[in-house]
């Protein structure tokens, strides 16, 4: 049973793949000019191999598509899967399908690391677009290390429970914080504000480049870790019997949710709620197993962020709505709904 498991497992996983190709595909194709994906094809080919371009495709088409639209849809899909991933990893460790990065604090302390940033106009040298996904990992960090301290002097075993309510009093305390801070320099609310709606409008290849690197350590930092976190479902007694340091394990896996939230939240703004819906959705459908959990969070995160984002920007034309607003009222249903199950 378990070897047909895997192989039904496995050939979806290759499925996915044509599935991701597609959905870029369409998330790059629709906009205020529609172009065909065969033009599409065209122009990426073009930009990369150095190919002909197909009689009839004019230079704004190719200017729409490679400098606007395809960075944009491809930052989305990381954005979306380095939530899912942080998401799949939090769940995992809590033993929680409601826990997330968001519940932790990880994310509001990168959210009020950047607004920090913004507010004091501060530019790293030499780093450009890449000084915010830095500030929101060191800032992400700090929120677990201080999450993690206060959780173990308040509670020895660092209980699940216990981690869960630190995590959500430092969130509180630190969207506060943010708060204070936009109402105190107005001048930076417009941008603060619009930051935390969550938003890839005029992102390019710079953003894309400077998120990337994080995405790439995080998610190989995590898989490294698949195993562990399949023993871990069992317990922490069964694991430290047969030689799992639950306890190494839990902060070494946090580290690399920071490096992935830290740096999602730090590029697109705050977004809810993919890191809650792609994690359980994949596990109803691809099991426990972490080496199918994460990578498929990663994929079904990707492309829902692609599919929002596409709504977002497609269904008030010519305006845009926050890429927050969408996911959240997909979102909140959704978590009703996982809550109410539980509670049942």
Not at 95 to 110: H, I, R
Request: hydrophobic content about 55%; charged content about 10%; some cysteine.
């Amino acid at each position: 049973m378990s070897i047909n498991k895997d192989k039904k497992n496995k050939t979806m996983m290759i499925l996915s793949f044509v599935v991701v190709f597609l959905v870029i595909c369409i998330g790059t194709s629709i906009g205020s000019s529609n172009i065909s994906i065969i033009d599409i094809i065209s122009i990426i080919s073009h930009k990369i191999f150095n190919t002909n371009l197909l009689q009839g495709i004019e230079a704004k088409d190719v200017s729409i598509i490679w400098s606007i639209r395809l960075p944009r849809v491809l930052l989305a899909f990381t954005v979306g899967g380095a939530l899912a991933a942080s998401g799949a990893v939090v769940q995992s460790i809590l033993k929680n399908p409601l826990a997330s990065p968001y519940t932790l604090g990880v994310s509001s302390g990168a959210s009020l690391g950047v607004g920090l940033l913004i507010v004091s106009g501060i530019s790293i040298p030499f780093l450009g677009n890449f000084s915010l996904p830095l500030v929101g990992f060191i800032c992400s960090l700090l929120t677990m290390v201080i999450v993690i301290a206060f959780s173990s002097k308040v509670d020895k075993e660092l209980s699940n429970t216990t981690i869960i309510l630190t995590g959500m009093v430092f969130s509180l305390f630190f969207n506060a914080a943010l708060t204070t801070i936009t109402a105190l320099f107005t001048k930076n609310i417009e941008a603060i504000t619009m930051w935390q709606m969550g938003s890839f409008s005029m992102k390019g290849w710079s953003y894309l480049k400077a998120g990337v690197p994080f995405f790439l350590v995080g998610i190989i930092g995590v898989m490294a870790f698949v195993r562990e976190m399949d023993v871990l479902t069992f317990g922490e007694e069964q694991a430290k019997s047969i030689g799992v340091d639950a306890e190494k394990v839990k902060k070494s896996l946090f580290l690399f949710v920071a490096v992935l939230t830290g740096a999602a939240v730090a590029i697109s703004g705050t977004i809810g709620f993919v890191d809650l819906i792609a994690p359980h959705v994949v596990r109803k459908i691809f099991g426990s197993k972490h080496s199918y959990v994460i990578p498929m969070s990663v994929v079904f995160g990707g492309c829902l962020m692609v599919i929002t984002d596409l709504i977002s920007r497609t269904i008030i034309v010519p305006s845009e709505l926050p890429v927050g607003a969408v996911t959240a009222m997909i979102g909140a249903p959704f978590f009703a709904y996982l809550y109410f199950k539980r509670s049942k």
